[in-house]
Nanobody, 120 residues
Framework: VQLVESGGGLVQAGGSLRLSCAAS????????MGWHRQAPGKQRELVAD????????NYADSVKGRFTISRDNGKNTMYLQMSSLKPEVTAVYYC??????????????WGQGTQVTVSS
């Protein structure tokens, strides 16, 4: 499974960014996908995740109302629309994909991360 994030960058406070995570997988069924972030000196934390059919999503309290997670299974791509950005969301954002292989073994994979920097 390969996960490739894009869309990060430098933006001023109040601005917006949209992150993308393109997934490629063979002999692996991707179920829940999510975005996590890690700021310098802090632990990695969940930002939002979304079910396989995009019927349900969960958000960290700190981003509710400002971030929206979505996925397009036809394109094998997940998105994170981030609005009203604040400097405190500056971090490396990672894509995560959970799923199972053909034998039913469940595991997850991570992307390489994309830097999001919000200036004040």
């Amino acid at each position: 499974v390969q996960l490739v994030e894009s869309g990060g960058g430098l933006v001023q406070a109040g601005g917006s960014l949209r992150l993308s995570c393109a997934a490629s997988a063979s002999n692996f069924i991707i179920t829940t996908m999510g975005w996590h972030r890690q700021a310098p000196g802090k632990q990695r934390e969940l930002v939002a995740d979304i079910s396989s059919g995009a019927s349900s999503a969960n958000y960290a309290d700190s981003v509710k109302g400002r971030f929206t997670i979505s996925r397009d299974n036809g394109k094998n791509t997940m998105y994170l629309q981030m609005s009203s950005l604040k400097p405190e969301v500056t971090a490396v954002y990672y894509c995560n994909a959970m799923g199972r292989d053909m034998s039913g073994y469940q595991t997850d994979y991570w992307g390489q991360g994309t830097q999001v920097t919000v200036s004040s």
